[in-house]
Nanobody, 116 residues
Framework: EVQLVESGGGMVHAGESLRLSCVVA????????MSWVRQAPGKGPTEWVSGSIPGGATPYYSDSVKGRFTTSRDNAKNTLTLDMNNLKVEDTAVYYC????????WGPGTRVTVSS
């Protein structure tokens, strides 16, 4: 069974930065498209944030984070990373990684709280 473990969240002020990591155990991420999604407090569905395709293709982002967030992957470490810069209050959410089709059991997520 594939396990996902997200980490790196925390409490920051608007304008600051965080780096999130997603360690994948049980399957090589080099075989999968991977995505970051987030769920804001009190909101229902998750919001897609970014995607990463194997083979070095350019990652893609939602309009809400484009230019501020950067997704990368380290296939040797089986890790997906999300660098978040110039954070905004509206980025407050629990962040998760998974394949776009959500093939894996969800990890615990990592909470990001941005205050003004």
């Amino acid at each position: 069974e594939v396990q996902l473990v997200e980490s790196g969240g925390g409490m920051v002020h608007a304008g600051e930065s965080l780096r999130l990591s997603c360690v994948v155990a049980g399957s090589p991420i080099s075989s999968f498209d991977m995505s970051w999604v987030r769920q804001a407090p009190g909101k229902g569905p998750t919001e897609w944030v970014s995607g990463s395709i194997p083979g070095g293709a350019t990652p893609y982002y939602s309009d809400s984070v484009k230019g501020r967030f950067t997704t990368s992957r380290d296939n040797a470490k089986n890790t997906l990373t999300l660098d978040m810069n110039n954070l905004k209050v509206e980025d407050t959410a629990v962040y998760y990684c998974n394949t776009p089709a959500r093939e894996f059991t969800w990890g615990p997520g990592t909470r990001v709280t941005v205050s003004s």
